[in-house]
């Protein structure tokens, strides 16, 4: 467990940080711009889930992820190393699988996509789609700190947000209903927008 008596520490006036094992980076490590934007989209779901009204079985996933997000923080923020002192925290395949699995279970109830979803639908689906896009770059952080730091890091992290976007994107459509979903319409095709 973590254990906080202080918030301020002033360890990082220096412009920098301690990753999980103590060793000291740049506040620019790609590692932890990785786990600040899970940070960032973790709190976005947490926008979400202020929501009232929000059907039981997404909340009860979304309680879930939100855990699961600050496991993906505590993977990228600690460094693989071949004799771990502790057995580090880590995202394993049953994870990824687990959101495959939410994503077939969510989609099926939907209807088939004959276009682009335009991001709206109600302010709470808005917000999933806020948060769909920030785990997006979340992803993509990690896979840039993945290029330089490839043998000391997960790359189930990334594969986990990956699906995890998905899933956020298909509870997007879930929470805002096939009444309130608006399709992109390409430019050559769109006529006039109406609201």
Same mark, same amino acid.
């Given at each position: ?20 094992? *103590?060793?000291?980076?740049? %506040? ?7 786990? +600040?934007? /899970?940070? =960032? &989209? @973790?709190?976005?779901? *947490?926008?979400? #889930? ?17 855990? $699961?997000?600050?496991?993906? *923080?505590?993977?990228? !923020?600690?460094? /693989?190393? &071949?004799?771990?002192?502790? %057995?580090? #925290?880590?995202? *394993?395949? =049953? &994870? ?5 699995? $939410? ?9 088939? #996509? ?10 709470? +689906? ?18 840039? &700190?993945? $290029?330089?730091? !490839? ?10 947000? @990956? ?10 459509? /879930? ?7 608006? #399709? ?12």
């Amino acid at each position: 467990m973590v254990h906080l008596s202080r918030i301020y520490t002033r360890t990082g006036d220096a412009g920098d940080t301690a990753l999980a094992d *103590g060793s000291r980076v740049g %506040k620019t490590d790609l590692r932890l711009a990785a786990y +600040a934007d /899970v940070d =960032e &989209a @973790n709190s976005l779901l *947490g926008v979400v #889930l202020a929501h009232a009204g929000l059907p039981s079985a997404v909340e009860t996933v979304l309680l879930r992820v939100q855990q $699961e997000l600050f496991d993906v *923080g505590a993977d990228l !923020s600690t460094p /693989v190393v &071949a004799h771990a002192a502790v %057995k580090p #925290l880590r995202i *394993g395949q =049953e &994870a990824v699988n687990r959101l495959e699995a $939410e994503c077939d279970r969510f989609n099926a109830g939907l209807p088939a #996509l004959r276009s682009f979803i335009l991001p709206g639908g109600g302010v709470a +689906a808005a917000h999933l789609h806020v948060a769909r896009a920030v785990i997006r770059r979340a992803e993509r952080s990690t896979w840039a &700190a993945l $290029e330089v730091h !490839s043998a000391t890091m997960n790359p189930l992290a990334a594969r986990y947000l @990956n699906r995890l976007s998905d899933l956020v994107f298909i509870l997007a459509r /879930v929470v805002a209903g096939p009444d309130r979903e608006r #399709l992109w319409q390409p430019g050559q095709s769109r006529a006039s927008i109406t609201t």
